[in-house]
Every structure is written in C-alpha cells, then in structure tokens.
C-alpha cells in the first residue's frame, strides 16, 4: 500500500478545540497539500461535545480552507491513514510530558504501520498551558474564554454550560 506524504492528519479529541489546536492546525496547512483533521470518536472518553458537534464547530472555523477535511473516526488512527493513504500523522507537544506519552504513541503506531511518519509539532509559546480541560473547568465556573477559543466554540460553551463531574 502507498502512502502520501503531502497528505497529513492531525487527529485528537477536540473537546473543545482551541486556539492551541487552530494554530497547529494552520501550520499544518501551509505544510501539506492536504490535512484531515480527524475527530476521535472514542466512547470510552467522556467528552462535554458529541462527536458531530466538534466536527461541525471545525468544519465552520475552517470552511474557508478548501484543501482540509474534518471527518471523525471510531477506530486505530492507523487504520485511518491506511484507509485515506495518509503519509503523515502531525502530534501537537506542549512539554516534556506530552512528548513521553507521544513518542510512546508513535512507536505503537509506527510497529503498525511502518509507513507512516509520526512528526512532533511543538505548541506556539502563546498555548503552552492551554488545554481543552482546563478551559471546560474554567467555562463550568463562568470565566471567559473567549480568548483561549475560537468564537464559534466560545458560543457552544456558553449553551452547553460544562458542569463539573
């Protein structure tokens, strides 16, 4: 099977995107011909959006942008690139930690598919404390995040009110 180098995915949970996540996003972009930007859909994370509204909420933030596709997907990420001929799996690190858990990741993933490239793409220093977590824990108490997340997810924090489990 062949693989597509100029074709890349940046797959994660998006619950909910950030501006961490649109940053690498549109690195990634001026890098390949082609990304996807693959939803996880894993039943097993409790996640605050279904599945169907972060690709939405993505698909909106980036109709603009003819050459990605957002898409979600309920199986190995492996599987994914094997089934789009995808080359490159682009992780986004914030720190030494992230960078433990993904290279593990990556060599699962590369045992896998050899084929595949897993690229590490560090966090633009603006987001590098920002995560999807701490930003549902901050809209749950009714701070503002607007600066922390695009406006169309702003908004869908603000009707679905997160609640602290």
Do not use: W
Not at 18 to 36: P, S
């Amino acid at each position: 099977m062949s693989v597509n180098t100029h074709v890349a995915m940046f797959p994660g949970s998006f619950d909910p995107p950030t501006m961490g996540h649109i940053n690498i996003i549109e690195r990634c972009l001026r890098l390949y011909d082609r990304l996807y930007v693959v939803v996880a859909d894993n039943i097993s994370k409790h996640c605050l959006f279904t599945a169907q509204e972060r690709v939405e909420v993505l698909k909106e933030i980036f109709s603009g942008s003819p050459n990605i596709e957002v898409v979600s997907y309920d199986g190995l990420m492996v599987n994914f690139a094997r089934e789009y001929s995808v080359g490159v799996m682009i992780r986004g690190v914030r720190a030494v930690g992230d960078f433990g858990y993904e290279f593990e990741l990556a060599m699962t993933n590369k045992q896998m598919m050899n084929d595949l490239e897993v690229l590490f793409m560090p966090t633009d220093p603006n987001y590098f404390m920002l995560r999807s977590s701490q930003i549902k824990e901050m809209a749950a108490f009714g701070a503002d995040v607007s600066s922390l997340v695009p406006p169309q997810v702003s908004e869908l924090l603000r009707k679905k009110k997160p609640v602290l489990h």
